[in-house]
């Protein structure tokens, strides 16, 4: 069974940090492209960040220069540093892996980011 755990989300102050983690189990992590997404109140999810199996990666042009997506195969986790946080980054945010078939995914329950003074 494919589990996806989300972790390390909170509530942090305007230009703090967060670091999300994300355990995967039930997959060949190695291979799997992963990705963050995020979905604020009242609006659609949408993408974070990407990385693929070689390391490659992708982001929102809204949180480039401030997130940074990583893995590590090893323990089977993909991380979100998240700097520089703003109001606007609160939301509820999703790991995300490819599935077995193309354009199927599977998803964690999520882990809510709040940013406020």
């Known amino acids: 069974q494919v589990q996806l755990v989300e972790s390390g989300g909170g509530l942090v102050q305007p230009g703090g940090s967060l670091r999300l983690a994300c355990a995967a189990s039930?997959?060949?992590?190695?291979?799997?492209?992963m990705g963050w997404y995020r979905q604020a109140p009242g609006k659609q999810r949408e993408l974070v960040a990407l990385?693929?199996?070689?390391?490659?990666?992708n982001y929102a042009d809204s949180v480039k220069g401030r997130f940074t997506i990583s893995r590590d195969n090893a323990k089977n986790t993909v991380y979100l540093q998240m700097n520089s946080l703003k109001p606007e980054d609160t939301a509820v945010y999703y790991c995300?892996?490819?599935?077995?078939?193309?354009?199927?995914?599977?998803w964690g329950k999520g882990t809510l980011v709040t940013v406020s003074s």
């Open positions: 990385i693929h199996p070689g390391g490659s990666t």
């Open positions: 039930g997959i060949i992590f190695r291979i799997k492209t």
């Open positions: 995300n892996s490819e599935g077995p078939v193309y354009g199927s995914y599977y």
